[in-house]
């Protein structure tokens, strides 16, 4: 009986001393601080390593993202303002008015009054005619276009007489009356391209002092700055003359007309 007993005590002892052991190795799980051993037991050995390079690789491919991510937004937000800019300025450049002079400026400035008064007209360039007027058979209308490319002075009035185009005696000529009181600019202006206009009246009063036999054509020189030699001739075209009057040159048909009218200070 004592051996049974025996037996059992050191069986009891066994267990109890292996009941020990169990619950030893169960504390350190339960803790979480495994032994160094139970790890590398538990976890490959390239586990760790991948886990952490693909904790880094997503780490560096967020962060590559983020900062390429950032630095394509970046470069996006900077170089939209810089297309922006570069076509807000290629548009405000065409929008910028033109200040370029523009084609024939530069000789405008010879076609105004001051240049006239100081350019007088040259008898080449110059077109003169004289025409019956329809309404009143005793006037005619002189017109001078200036057929330059500037501005140019005439006298205030054409230099007219009227005399026999046979005859070499030419103080018989008849000059018509002028308007008095003339005074002013040194000269009357021609634009170029444009026409001044005089009219003149052969028989104001309707009953003429030469018969038109005697009297044959109109003589006209343009300016009396002219040479005589740039004197044009123009047949009368019938009818008779008595105190003639000549208006000055002007800018209108209707103005030489009143200017004509007002005439009556005999030539110098």
């Known amino acids: 009986m004592s051996t049974k007993i025996t037996l059992s005590s050191a069986a009891i002892t066994l267990c109890a001393a292996l009941a020990l052991s169990a619950c030893q190795s ?11 051993s139970t790890n590398t037991a538990s976890a490959p050995a390239g586990g760790a390593t991948d886990t952490s390079s693909s904790a880094a690789g997503a780490t560096g491919s ?7 991510g950032g ?11 810089a297309r922006g800019g570069s076509s807000g300025s290629a548009s405000g450049t065409a929008s910028a008015p033109n200040t370029a ?3 024939g400026s530069a000789s405008s400035g010879h076609n105004d009054d001051s240049y006239a008064y100081t350019h007088l007209c040259d008898p080449s360039k110059l077109t003169v005619q004289v025409t ?22 005439l006298s205030y009035y054409p230099l007219v007489a009227i005399g026999n185009s046979q005859s070499a005696d030419q103080s018989k000529d008849v000059r018509p009356l002028i308007p008095g009181g003339l005074g002013g600019p040194p000269a009357y202006p021609v634009y170029a391209g444009k026409t001044a206009y005089a009219v003149l009246d052969l028989n104001p009063g309707g009953s003429g002092s030469g018969p038109a036999t005697t ?3 109109i003589n006209v020189l343009a300016s009396q700055n002219m040479p005589n030699a740039a004197t044009q001739n123009f047949p009368l075209g019938g009818g008779s003359v008595g105190t003639p009057k000549l208006g000055l040159y002007e800018a209108g048909v209707a103005d030489a007309v009143a200017s004509m009218q007002g005439a009556n200070t005999p030539q110098q």
């Open 26 to 36: 169960s504390k350190p799980a339960a803790s979480g601080s495994a032994p160094t």
């Open 62 to 68: 967020t962060g590559g993202t983020g900062s390429t």
């Open 71 to 81: 630095t394509g937004a970046t470069g996006a937000t900077s170089s939209t303002p």
């Open 101 to 103: 002079k523009p084609s």
């Open 132 to 153: 019956r007027m329809t309404d009143i058979p005793t006037r005619r209308l002189i017109t001078v276009r200036n057929n330059g490319s500037t501005s140019c002075g």
């Open 215 to 217: 009297l044959t054509e």
